[in-house]
C-alpha cells in the first residue's frame, strides 16, 4: 500500500510540476501580447491580464505543493541543525502540524470562496466563472496535505531523482 500511495503522489507531483510550468509559459506569452496590443496597435485587449492571474495562481499555490514535495522551499534551519536528533525530530513533528492547520484552513475556506463566488464572472471574460480563478488555492493546499502526511508517515522524497534535475556525471562543486 506504501509504494502504490507514494507512486500516485509521484504522478500528482508531476502533474503540479506541469501545470506550474505550463502556467509560467502561458504567462510568459501572454503578458507580452498584453503590451504590443496596448502599446504598439493602441488597443489594449481585454483578456491577458485575468488569464495571466489565473495562470498565477495555478503557479504560486499547485507550484508550491511540487517545491514542498521536493523539499525546494525556503527553509531556515540554523538554530534546528544544533538541535539533537530528538529536537529536530520534535521540531519537524510541530512545523508539519503547523503546516497541515495552514493547509486545512486555506483548503477549508479556499473552497467555500469559490463556491461563493461561481456565480460571479469575470468582467472582462464574461464566461469564465470567478470561483474558478481561486480553484487552485483549495486544489494546492489539498495536495499539499498529501505530501506533508507522506513526509511525516513515509518520510521526505526530496532525496529521490524524481525531486532533483542535477545531472549526476557532473561532480558537485568542490568535490573531486
Known amino acids: 500500500m506504501k509504494t502504490s500511495f507514494v507512486s500516485f503522489l509521484d504522478r500528482l507531483y508531476l502533474f503540479c510540476i506541469w501545470a506550474a510550468g505550463i ?8 503578458i507580452p501580447w498584453g503590451v504590443f496590443t496596448r502599446y504598439v496597435l493602441g488597443t489594449g485587449s481585454q483578456w491577458p491580464e485575468p488569464i495571466a ?3 498565477m495562481m ?4 499547485i507550484g508550491a505543493a511540487a517545491a514542498y514535495r521536493a ?3 525556503i527553509a531556515v534551519t540554523m538554530l534546528t ?14 512545523v508539519d502540524s503547523l503546516m497541515l492547520l495552514a493547509c486545512g484552513f486555506v483548503a477549508y475556506y479556499g473552497t467555500k470562496l469559490c463556491i461563493g463566488t461561481m456565480q460571479q464572472s469575470v468582467s472582462e471574460l464574461p464566461w469564465l466563472p470567478v470561483g474558478v480563478t481561486y480553484a487552485s488555492l483549495p486544489i494546492g493546499a489539498a495536495i499539499t496535505i498529501l505530501f506533508v502526511l507522506e513526509r511525516r508517515f513515509i518520510g521526505s522524497q526530496a532525496h529521490r531523482k524524481l525531486m532533483r ?6 561532480p558537485a562543486e568542490g568535490a573531486h
Request: charged share 20%; proline share 3%; net charge negative.
Open 23 to 30: 502556467a509560467i509559459t502561458g504567462m510568459s506569452l501572454i
Open 53 to 55: 492571474i489565473l495562470l
Open 58 to 61: 495555478v503557479f504560486t499555490f
Open 71 to 73: 523539499n525546494a522551499h
Open 81 to 94: 541543525d544544533r538541535l539533537p536528533i530528538a529536537g529536530e525530530k520534535f521540531c519537524a513533528w510541530i
Open 165 to 170: 534535475f542535477e545531472d549526476d556525471s557532473v
